[in-house]
């Protein structure tokens, strides 16, 4: 079974520059999810997706940070325009679902590195 | 308090030895507590799970004992390995509301070398 599939590993931009993040989850999982893991500390949940809906977006910086998951299968995710503070690998993961008595196991891509200068 | 607090921050152990991760939580929302391995480059990957309602889960070599009433939680990995450096993070799901969704929140990780 193919895993989860992010693209760029790695990216370098100046500040102010936009960059955009690529996913394509494991096939039938409904439930996408963009993690923020800055170097030393834990992923940090920026956005949740059910399908192609957005469930919880609550610390996603809205006024730079955008996602979108087209048809309910791959998502990007776009930071425009980025700042130093970005630098950080942005992971993507999937999973069947989170609710209920189903356990919500997450399904990590390898992620993508960003330097921001 | 969506948080959970995990300690140490690093921890070094003999071969051989016992590798002890420590985390804590506020929020009686949280109904599952997975823990992630991360190895350097990858993505985390589930390791093991335990929910409240039991006090311990083992397996193999690697065991969380669950305290409730001190809403406290531990990953224990007897007879530590050299392949078992790696960055550990505890978890815990946080139910949903009516206007919410369920979500996984990660604790701030512990990097653990094991010295051959």
């Known amino acids: 079974e193919a895993g989860v599939a992010q693209s760029p590993r790695y990216k370098i931009i100046e500040k102010r520059q936009s960059v955009a993040f690529w996913c394509n989850p494991i096939s039938g999982h409904a439930t996408l999810y963009w993690y923020q893991q800055i170097l030393g500390q834990g992923p940090k949940l920026l956005i949740q997706f059910q399908n192609n809906g957005v469930v919880d977006d609550s610390q996603l910086p809205k006024d730079r940070f955008s996602a979108e998951r087209l048809k309910g299968v791959d998502s990007t995710l776009k930071i425009q325009p980025a700042k130093l503070e970005d630098s950080a690998v942005y992971l993507c993961?999937?999973?069947?679902?989170?609710?209920?008595?189903?356990?919500?196991?997450?399904?990590f891509g390898e992620g993508s590195r960003l330097t921001v200068l | 308090q969506q948080q959970v607090k995990q300690s140490p921050q690093s921890l070094i152990v003999q071969k051989g030895g016992i590798s002890i991760i420590n985390c804590a939580y506020e929020?009686?929302?949280?109904?599952?507590f997975p823990w992630y391995q991360q190895f350097p480059g990858k993505g985390p990957a589930l390791l093991i799970a335990?929910?409240?309602?039991?006090s311990e889960k083992k397996e193999g070599r690697f065991t969380i004992s669950f305290n409730k009433s001190a809403k406290q939680f531990s990953l224990h990995i007897m007879d530590s390995q050299p392949g078992d450096s790696a960055t550990y993070f505890c978890?815990?799901?946080?139910?949903?509301?009516?206007?919410?969704?369920?979500?996984?929140?990660f604790g701030s990780g512990t990097r653990l070398s094991i010295r051959p």
């Open positions: 335990i929910r409240p309602d039991v």
């Open positions: 978890a815990a799901r946080h139910l949903g509301g009516y206007s919410s969704a369920s979500k996984i929140i």
């Open positions: 993961a999937s999973s069947l679902a989170l609710s209920g008595s189903k356990t919500g196991e997450l399904f």
């Open positions: 929020n009686t929302a949280f109904d599952y």
